[in-house]
């Protein structure tokens, strides 16, 4: 479990203040966690405790009912999420090794964000670029014609370019 | 009361109660799983299709725990078709359950095994396939781990604890083959509550539910 940032917790008190002119009652569930989710990124457990005494809803059942769906994530999107395509071209080619090594480099597991927030893994359907396969994004840019050798190239490259980045901050 | 003959046998139960518990009751067996002692007729949940019986009058074999006792009701908890849904039932289970009896705190002491003997089969699956959910320990808990593999999503653990606080903490989370107990509370530090109820703990058939050893 990610331990809440202090811009996680600036983005609560938002929650908090935007959550009291909401419409109570148990139909409101599912647009609350999408409310929280649109101000925070994803829904840490604060967020759904929020939610459920709001409603006055068992915070277990709230916590239930948000696993049902695809759409609400429990951990909180890396800077640079990296997305391994597992379509059916991907698949043939050997998408699951691409994501196993995603997974051993930064030392999570699919769905997860590694604990300075720079990285998340998910697993995404056809991302419509099947002649490239196996395919993987990282951020908004895709890459085609994955191998384990690239994986290593592409972690080290975003932070390199986070360390100089840092040293530019620094400088001026 | 109310008197009714099950396998030729007469017994009494008292009106409302279900043809389940008053078999249970007279000490004759019917294979059951999410059944708690307390649930009428109407809050039993019917999800493991485990306590199929015979009743005449009806067309087709029925679950016993959500059908009222009648005066003269005619059960059969042993026919052919009854122990052909018990054993797919219980095979189904099987087909998500990672067998491992020798390293599993349950065993001896597991509704799956007695369940099996008594319907005179093993702990196998087959013709069904085997799948197993991914992760196999979760550790959240601060009282117990929990085993998906060995979860049969009885629901019981979920219910005691629903029924004995008032902010629970276990439901079930995720959906369809995915769908685990989910545990959740807003702090990580041992809720003192747990320790002391352990209804869970006590009511799990299975081995899925694994008290932390205490360091
Ligand atoms: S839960 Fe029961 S059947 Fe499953 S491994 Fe443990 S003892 Fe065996
Ligand atoms: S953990 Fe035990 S009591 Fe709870 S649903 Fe699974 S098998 Fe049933
Ligand atoms: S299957 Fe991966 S891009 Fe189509
Ligand atoms: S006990 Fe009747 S369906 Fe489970």
């Keep these: 479990m990610n331990p809440l940032s202090s811009e996680d917790l600036a983005n609560i008190e938002v929650l908090k203040k935007q959550i009291k002119d909401a419409p109570k009652g148990r139909g409101q569930l599912i647009p609350l966690l999408q409310m929280a989710q649109n101000i925070l990124g994803y829904l840490p457990d604060k967020a759904?405790?929020?939610?459920?005494?709001?409603?006055?809803?068992?915070?277990?059942?709230?916590?239930?009912?948000?696993?049902?769906?695809?759409?609400?994530?429990?951990?909180?999107?890396?800077?640079?999420?990296?997305?391994?395509?597992?379509?059916?071209?991907?698949?043939?080619?050997?998408?699951?090794?691409?994501?196993?090594?995603?997974?051993?480099?930064?030392?999570?597991?699919?769905?997860?964000?590694?604990?300075?927030?720079?990285?998340?893994?998910?697993?995404?359907?056809?991302?419509?670029?099947?002649?490239?396969?196996?395919?993987a994004l990282v951020g908004e840019t895709l890459h085609g014609h994955m191998a384990p050798s690239k994986v290593e190239g592409l972690v080290l490259r975003v932070q390199l370019e986070r360390e100089k980045a840092e040293r530019e901050a620094g400088n001026s | 009361m109310i008197i009714l003959t099950v396998d030729g046998r007469s017994i009494q139960a008292p009106a409302g109660s279900s043809v389940l518990s008053a078999c249970l009751f007279a000490d004759i067996f019917i294979p059951h799983l999410c059944w708690l002692e307390s649930d009428t007729v109407a809050d039993a949940p019917a999800a493991c299709r485990l306590c199929f019986v015979e009743i005449d009058g009806f067309s087709e074999p029925v679950t016993a725990c959500t059908v009222t006792v009648e005066n003269g009701m005619m059960v059969h908890t042993d026919t052919e078709a009854v122990r052909s849904l018990q054993k797919t039932?219980?095979?189904?289970?099987?087909?998500?359950?990672?067998?491992?009896?020798?390293?599993?705190?349950?065993?001896?002491?597991?509704?799956?095994?007695?369940?099996?003997?008594?319907?005179?089969?093993?702990?196998?699956?087959?013709?069904?396939?085997?799948?197993?959910?991914?992760?196999?320990?979760?550790?959240?808990?601060?009282?117990?781990?929990?085993?998906?593999?060995?979860?049969?999503?009885?629901?019981?653990?979920?219910?005691?604890?629903?029924?004995r606080h008032e902010q629970p903490m276990l439901s079930f989370a995720g959906r369809g083959f995915n769908t685990v107990v989910g545990y959740f509370a807003e702090t990580s530090d041992t809720d003192p509550d747990c320790l002391s109820c352990r209804g869970c703990l006590d009511v799990c058939p299975t081995g899925a539910l694994v008290e932390k050893s205490q360091v």
Excluded: W
């Design chain 2, 89 to 163: 039932a219980l095979k189904l289970l099987l087909s998500v359950h990672k067998v491992d009896c020798k390293n599993c705190p349950a065993d001896k002491a597991c509704s799956l095994q007695d369940i099996a003997k008594f319907l005179g089969i093993g702990l196998g699956c087959k013709p069904f396939e085997r799948v197993l959910k991914e992760l196999d320990v979760d550790s959240r808990h601060p009282a117990f781990d929990y085993y998906p593999n060995r979860c049969v999503l009885c629901g019981l653990c979920v219910r005691i604890c629903r029924d």
């Design chain 1, 48 to 135: 759904l405790s929020l939610v459920a005494d709001y409603l006055s809803i068992n915070r277990s059942d709230v916590y239930g009912v948000a696993s049902f769906y695809n759409q609400f994530r429990f951990n909180p999107p890396g800077k640079n999420p990296v997305k391994v395509c597992m379509g059916t071209a991907c698949h043939v080619r050997g998408g699951e090794i691409i994501l196993e090594n995603f997974e051993r480099k930064l030392e999570i597991k699919e769905g997860d964000t590694t604990e300075d927030r720079e990285f998340s893994i998910e697993r995404v359907a056809c991302v419509g670029c099947c002649a490239l396969a196996p395919v």
